[in-house]
Nanobody, 118 residues
Framework: QVQLVESGGGLVQAGGSLRLSCAAS????????MGWLRQAPGKEREFVAG????????SYADSVKGRFSISRDNAKNTVYLQMNNLKPEDTAVYYC???????????WGQGTQVTVSS
């Protein structure tokens, strides 16, 4: 069974940076699309960034383009999200997710809290 464990969240001032990590265990995810989604209080979960299996293709929500960068290290079975120039509206629980045999993200981690103070 796949397990995704996020780390790296925390409290940061506006304009600061954080790097989230997602370590996968249980099976290799080197052939799977991975992504990050987030959910702010009172809002629905939304897509943040995605990366193809070999890292050659990435996609981002318009709200984070130019500020966030997704990457992966398949040798470590780990996906990263570098977040720069953070804004208070980036405050949310960030979830790592994988597409396993599905066009949708169907495996999720427990999430890591990111709080950006103004």
């Amino acid at each position: 069974q796949v397990q995704l464990v996020e780390s790296g969240g925390g409290l940061v001032q506006a304009g600061g940076s954080l790097r989230l990590s997602c370590a996968a265990s249980g099976r290799t995810l080197r052939t799977n699309t991975m992504g990050w989604l987030r959910q702010a209080p009172g809002k629905e979960r939304e897509f943040v960034a995605g990366i193809s299996s070999n890292g050659g293709s990435t996609s981002y929500a318009d709200s984070v383009k130019g500020r966030f960068s997704i990457s992966r290290d398949n040798a470590k079975n780990t996906v990263y999200l570098q977040m720069n120039n953070l804004k208070p509206e980036d405050t949310a629980v960030y979830y790592c997710a994988a597409k396993l045999g599905s066009p949708m993200y169907n495996y999720w981690g427990q999430g890591t809290q990111v709080t950006v103070s103004s």
